[in-house]
């Protein structure tokens, strides 16, 4: 709210000297992200962009004090809306005449979604808070948790303090909410797992793989979502856990999955430090893996190799990582890909039995 109001009381104090306001919004092309080997993760640079209300911005700067405004409100009656939610508000009644236009954002209405899901990443990286934390969330599913936690929320009917058993879901399991500021955590679990495929999750889950494992599992359900990244960081700092993620055995898994989770996207600089688990290590599937448990693979496709090979060439995680060079170029090589389900070739349960255990016990095995 702080950072909102100080933007606005900006603009209002250009116009009152009769000078032209102006929004700085920090530049979030790649051109202006870096990533830092020290911190863990991809910052966004200094440069900014400085858009001065003029005859051809008067459009977008209004839809972004408007969406300012929205989230104020949002803030103040402890509201949410989606992204499709606000594109819609701003649109207001269907009505027509005198009417029309009262409810919503008149002129300054959005055309389509894409421009207004544009102005809200803007007005993110501008404040300098998350999305989430003024009131917008994305319509998606942020995947699923199992294991010995509990986990501290508030009612938002009654205002109560209610503790959450993730234990206690028969064969189901807790979801992660779009908004995990605030959440509270209390485990005895060692570490916390989280995995690409649903298929896999149900596995451990329905066989209680996190009681004699100790571990909280969490479903990623493919690239992990904001509130994904955002849950598994704040339990991991909150209650000292180590993470270790386990995707398919493919450039995909490596590039996109195990990546996003570890240092964030390089699309959402501005706010990466809250989205990243920079202390995340790779359980597997590895290139090594498919030898060590002969695995039945799949051939590399065209667009595998090129991802690998991009990876090693132009990624600054990867490249400035020797152990990850090494892997991707090994399987490159062998020119095959594993999924985390070819376990079940050696015995449906062989995963939780003998695998994972194996690994943990050699964690010089798992890839940083």
């Not at 209002?12 to 992200?33: A, D, K, Q, T, Y």
């Not at 028969?170 to 679990?189: H, N």
């Not at 849950?231 to 996109?256: A, I």
């Not at 065209?302 to 170029?329: C, E, G, S, T």
């Amino acid at each position: 709210m702080k950072s909102l109001i100080e933007q606005a009381k900006d603009i209002h104090g250009e116009i009152s000297v009769g000078r032209r306001p102006s929004l700085r919004v920090p530049i979030r092309s790649l051109s202006n992200v870096s990533f830092s080997l020290r911190k863990g993760f991809f910052t966004i640079g200094k440069k900014v962009s400085k858009r001065t209300l003029s005859y051809q911005t008067i459009k977008p700067f209004a839809q972004t004090v408007r969406m300012m405004a929205f989230a104020k409100h949002l803030i103040e009656t402890d509201d949410f809306a989606s992204k499709r939610e606000v594109y819609y508000t701003s649109k207001g009644s269907a009505k027509r005449g005198a009417e029309a236009g009262k409810a919503g954002w008149g002129p300054a209405a959005f055309k389509e979604q894409p421009e207004s899901d544009a102005i809200m990443d803007d007005m993110e990286a501008m404040v300098a808070v998350n999305r989430e934390q003024l009131g917008f969330i994305p319509a998606e599913q942020n995947g699923s948790v199992a294991g010995e936690l509990i986990v501290i929320d508030i009612d938002p009917a009654t205002g109560r303090r209610i503790e959450i058993d993730c234990t206690a879901f028969g064969r189901g399991s807790y979801s992660i909410p779009s908004r995990v500021e605030g959440l509270g955590f209390r485990t005895k679990a060692k570490f916390i797992l989280t995995v690409e495929t649903a298929a896999l999750f149900e596995r451990l889950n329905g066989h209680a793989y996190w009681r004699d494992g100790k571990c909280i599992i969490v479903a990623m359900g493919g690239v992990p979502t904001r509130a994904n990244r955002r849950f598994v960081r704040l339990l991991s700092d909150s209650c000292k856990l180590p993470v270790y993620v386990f995707t398919d055995g493919d450039p995909y898994g490596y590039g996109n999955i195990y990546r996003t989770m570890k240092v964030g996207s390089g699309n959402s600089a501005h706010i990466s430090e809250f989205f990243c688990v920079p202390n995340a290590k790779l359980i597997g599937v590895t290139p090594q893996d498919i030898r060590d448990y002969n695995l039945p693979t799949h051939p590399l496709e065209d667009k595998d190799k090129k991802r690998a090979q991009d990876a090693i060439k132009n990624d600054p995680f990867f490249k400035n990582n020797r152990q990850w060079v090494q892997a991707l170029r090994e399987m490159v090589e062998m020119g095959v890909r594993v999924e985390q389900q070819a376990f079940a070739a050696r015995g449906l349960n062989y995963v939780m039995e003998a695998y994972l255990p194996e690994k943990l016990r050699n964690p010089r095995k798992m890839l940083p």
